[in-house]
């Protein structure tokens, strides 16, 4: 994991807010409000705001194994029989930016679930430091336990509004590994956007697999969204992904942004490339839109 607390420090913002702004109103007070301190100040001039106005919005709690899990849940109001897409969070939880992807794909007549994946492990909005957050809450959850989590949001999902036979999956960074991963898991996932997740890494007892191990059996096409110049996912390792799956036959695409590190979408942090971030937002629809996935 130390490669990527590194990856992780290099991208933390380090300029201040825009004038005009108290940082106390970026502080993750609740489930899709707020910045996680460890990003404390964020880029607030380049941050979108998404309303929403003709949208069902905010949290719903869902029980997994006797823990309520709390989840960030934005769709259009009044209307059924929705795609589904679950948004998986960086490793910062259920921020502000997460909530508001949410709303993004609300927007475009999708209903979003958006989970809070550490809650058995701590609050991710409240540690100070990327280092702490790794260490206290990323490094201690089980791949199997966020599998279950998003079982759970899927079987939810169908019974509130969602048509779980038009299912995607998006990610980002940490969220991005887990999209690979989720796609091996649930075969009736439709198609994956993984932004910019890890490929290959050291199995753990917590960690077992990674994507480049389950290239070989991945049926799900997921569009992997990355930067050349992220010096955490070397092109090395999306190389080797990309032989992997051309051995299954598997019908992934990745576009690496050449411009662009890691977090490009991430409109909040300083890492973030307007253009590049546009793009792969306009792909991603296209790609749930061509996989049945709209």
Same mark, same amino acid.
């Given at each position: ?5 590194e990856?992780?420090d ?10 005009? =702004?108290?940082?106390?109103?970026f502080?993750?007070t609740?489930l899709?409000?707020?910045?996680a301190?460890?990003?404390?100040p964020?880029?607030?001039q380049?941050?979108?705001s998404t309303?929403t ?5 905010? /949290? ?8 309520n899990?709390p989840?960030?849940?934005?769709q259009p109001?009044g209307k059924?029989?929705l ?6 969070? /960086?490793?910062?939880?259920v921020h502000?930016?997460?909530?508001d992807?949410a709303?993004r =794909?609300?927007?475009q007549?999708y ?10 492990q701590?609050?991710? !909005?409240s540690?100070?430091t ?5 260490? /206290? ?14 079982d759970?949001c899927v ?10 036979g038009k299912? !995607?999956?998006t990610? =980002?960074?940490w ?8 796609c091996?898991?649930n075969p009736?996932?439709k198609a994956g956007v ?9 199995r753990?007892?917590?960690?077992p697999?990674?994507?480049?191990d ?15 110049k992220?010096?955490g996912?070397?092109?090395e390792?999306i190389e080797k ?7 299954a036959n598997?019908?992934? /695409?990745f ?8 977090a490009f979408?991430?409109d909040y942090r ?5 253009a ?12 749930f ?5 709209a």
């Open positions: 994991m130390d490669h990527l607390k990856d992780f290099s991208m933390v913002a380090k300029t201040p807010l825009s004038d005009g =702004f108290d940082r106390r109103i502080l993750k609740a899709g409000s707020g910045f301190a460890a990003v404390l964020v880029m607030a380049n941050a979108i309303d106005a003709g949208l069902t919005a905010g /949290e719903v709690s869902i029980t997994v194994n006797g823990q899990v989840v960030y849940r934005a109001e059924s029989n795609p589904v897409v679950l948004v998986i969070s /960086e490793i910062f939880g502000e930016h997460i909530a992807v709303r =794909f609300a927007k007549g209903l979003a679930l958006a989970p809070e994946l550490f809650i058995r701590g609050d991710p !909005g540690y100070g990327v280092a702490e957050l790794m260490k /206290e809450v990323v490094s201690k959850v089980p791949d199997e336990q966020v599998m279950n989590d998003l759970a079987a939810w999902a169908g019974q509130n509004g969602g048509d779980t299912l !995607g999956i990610g =980002f960074c969220g991005g590994r887990i999209v690979w991963l989720y091996a898991h009736k996932v993984a932004w910019y997740g890890r490929l290959v890494g050291d753990t007892a917590l960690t697999r990674h994507p480049i389950i290239a070989s059996s991945l049926t799900v096409p997921v569009l992997g969204l990355y930067g050349a992220d010096a996912i070397p092109l390792s992904m990309k032989a992997a799956l051309a051995k598997n019908k992934s /695409e576009v690496v942004f050449a411009n662009s590190g890691h979408h991430a300083p890492s973030y490339v307007e590049d971030a546009k793009e792969g937002w306009s792909r991603c629809l296209a790609w839109k061509a996989h049945g996935v």
